[in-house]
């Protein structure tokens, strides 16, 4: 059983950062492909990024430039640096785990789900 517990969150106004920490326990994460997605009020969850365990990256067009994904395999934990924040980036974001890392990245790929965290952009 792999736990995530995802901080970080908070409210910023519009062109600020904020970087996003999940910390991964219960598993082996270094070979754990590692996932943000988002979810903002009355619209479904959307893909945000991804991380692979071999090092390859992928980014939704919507943050591409302006959120970097990265992790430290020595403390478990994946990070979201998110730059330049819109509005349109308010959400609860969720950090996940795909114990198979496969090429799939959408929300099916991942068997184990954080709680989630609020980010607020205000303009």
């Known amino acids: 059983q792999v736990q995530l517990v995802e901080s970080g969150g908070g409210l910023v106004h519009a062109g600020d950062s904020l970087r996003l920490s999940c910390a991964a326990s219960?598993?082996?994460?270094?070979?754990?492909?590692m996932g943000w997605f988002r979810q903002a009020p009355g619209k479904e969850r959307e893909f945000v990024s991804r991380?692979?365990?071999?090092?390859?990256?992928l980014y939704a067009d919507s943050v591409k430039g302006r959120f970097t994904i990265s992790r430290d395999n020595a403390k478990n934990t994946v990070y979201l640096q998110m730059s330049s924040l819109k509005p349109e980036d308010t959400g609860v974001y969720y950090c996940?785990?795909?114990?198979?890392?496969?090429?799939?990245?959408?929300?099916?790929?991942?068997?184990?789900w954080g709680q989630g965290t609020q980010v607020t952009v205000s303009s």
């Open positions: 991380s692979w365990s071999g090092g390859s990256t």
């Open positions: 219960g598993g082996t994460f270094s070979r754990y492909a």
């Open positions: 996940a785990a795909d114990v198979r890392s496969g090429s799939y990245y959408g929300m099916l790929a991942y068997d184990y």
